[in-house]
């Protein structure tokens, strides 16, 4: 067989699925582990959902996990002559035939076999029907005439061999009443034109694959390789849908969570390599195949993905972490102004501790972004008469300081606590809340210190 060669091909009716992604990383991945090519089909064909701004979010949302396409982008709803004239030819040959029914009678068929609970299969009524029968005035449908006798194999490099009785495949509509091709059709020309190898995706196309492989054999085209990943579950165990939270890159992006993190979070659900957990983009494509993909559904986990991104905001450098914080800010909050970011660079180092998203960090860092403080009003409730007389001591002590560090600022905090026969928090709250705006965020003393002498007096006095 030639050079590797796989596809990712979404239809852009919504925001790019979180299963979807991970099957465009083991596509991509697979390509690269064998020197091949990946490609980027946008399915187009339904007119009234498919936008542009979901095209270009799909796009976006690939470049930025890390994934980018061989070749031009190819655009199913170009390539529409091509795939009626398939379906004219397969019509010529006897291999399909022209369908008269009803949309009534097909409901009527549903219903019956909804009342008997079996999977609804069209009967083949029109599938003989002589000319001489062929009734006036309707639009036929054209549908595809499938094996009857038998039974065919699917010989899947996740799922092993698949056999499937013949006959419970459905003669299947392959252009619609109006003469525009169904997915099935378009689809299976789509990769055959395309050069197609390996045919990766959700095992929830394995019917979809029984159907396309009668079209490649009758039209005497090469048979690609298919593989049926496992669908990604809830943590319920349900098929997760686009409804569910968190079900599409955006919803992580704006919380925080770094590409890095969510691409090897994904390449470790439901695929294995030894007991590595961390890769890097060069690891994933050197170590990555398809023996390693489980068999069964994979779940959803977001506390290992907030794991795996708090793995990342610890290893990875300063350098690297501010320009993540910058880039998440201007997306999603505010612009960091340029004479703080050294500041918080600086700070990174508690700044991120505890931290699991880039949000968790923006937000321990507000207080260095704002020079006015936003105060939670649950929490300004906590300064009491008590509190404010606490405050105004330390500032009084911290006034007469000639060094700032935390070996000057200790001994002020530990007198307060032994003169108002309090503990730390009793000291600590009250300065935090006074300084940041909420008595949750980093430590004291590294606020204080962050700050400055002059800045930490000026919000101390602010709210005495």
Not at 120 to 149: A, M
Not at 356 to 378: G, H, M, P, W
Not at 403 to 417: A, D, Q, R, S, W
Request: charged share 30%; proline share 3%.
């Amino acid at each position: 067989m030639s050079n590797v060669a796989t596809r990712f091909a979404p239809s852009p009716t919504g925001a790019l699925h979180i299963g979807g992604v991970r099957t465009a990383l083991f596509c991509w991945l697979y390509s690269k582990n064998k020197k091949g090519t990946f490609h980027l089909r946008i399915e187009d064909t339904d007119k009234e959902r498919s936008k542009d701004e979901h095209k270009d979010q799909i796009i976006k949302s690939l470049k930025w996990i890390g994934i980018e396409h061989d070749g031009e982008l190819y655009i199913q709803s170009t390539k529409i002559n091509d795939h009626i004239d398939v379906a004219n030819d397969l019509l010529k040959n006897g291999h399909a035939y022209k369908c008269y029914c009803s949309t009534e009678e097909i409901e009527d068929q549903k219903k019956r076999a909804k009342q008997k609970k079996l999977p609804y299969t069209y009967n083949r009524k029109c599938r003989e029907l002589s000319e001489s029968d062929v009734p006036k005035d309707i639009k036929p449908v054209v549908r595809f005439k499938s094996k009857i006798e038998g039974s065919s194999i699917l010989k899947d490099l996740v799922q092993g061999d698949v056999e499937i009785d013949n006959i419970t495949i459905e003669d299947f509509i392959i252009l619609r009443n109006d003469g525009t091709p169904t997915y099935n059709l378009s689809a299976t020309v789509d990769d055959h034109q395309m050069n197609m190898t390996h045919i990766i995706r959700g095992d929830d196309h394995k019917i979809n694959t029984f159907k396309q492989i009668q079209i490649y054999l009758l039209m005497k085209w090469n048979l690609p390789y298919f593989a049926h990943i496992p669908l990604i579950h809830t943590l319920e165990g349900k098929k997760l849908s686009k409804r569910d939270n968190a079900s599409t890159l955006d919803d992580y992006s704006k919380i925080g969570i770094m590409p890095d993190a969510l691409r090897n979070y994904l390449l470790r659900l439901g695929w294995s390599y030894k007991d590595k957990e961390i890769f890097t983009i060069k690891e994933s494509i050197e170590h990555f195949n398809l023996e390693g993909i489980g068999k069964s559904p994979s779940k959803l986990d977001m506390s290992r993905i907030l794991s795996m991104n708090e793995h990342y905001i610890k290893s990875i450098s300063e350098d690297e972490l501010i320009n993540h914080i910058i880039k998440y800010c201007e997306l999603y909050k505010e612009k960091i102004p340029v004479e703080k970011v050294d500041k918080i660079k600086q700070s990174l180092i508690f700044l991120k501790n505890k931290a699991k998203t880039l949000e968790d960090i923006y937000n321990n860092a507000k207080y260095i972004i704002f020079d006015e403080v936003s105060f939670n009003q649950d929490d300004l409730k906590l300064i009491d008469d008590r509190a404010k007389k606490i405050i105004s001591e330390f500032s009084n002590k911290v006034n007469d300081l000639k060094v700032f560090n935390k070996e000057t600022l200790e001994p002020v905090v530990n007198n307060l606590i032994k003169t108002h026969e309090t503990n730390f928090k009793g000291v600590g709250q009250p300065l935090r809340i006074a300084l940041t705006g909420s008595k949750f965020g980093p430590g004291i003393y590294d606020i204080i210190i962050s700050l400055g002498n002059d800045e930490t007096l000026k919000r101390l006095n602010k709210i005495i």
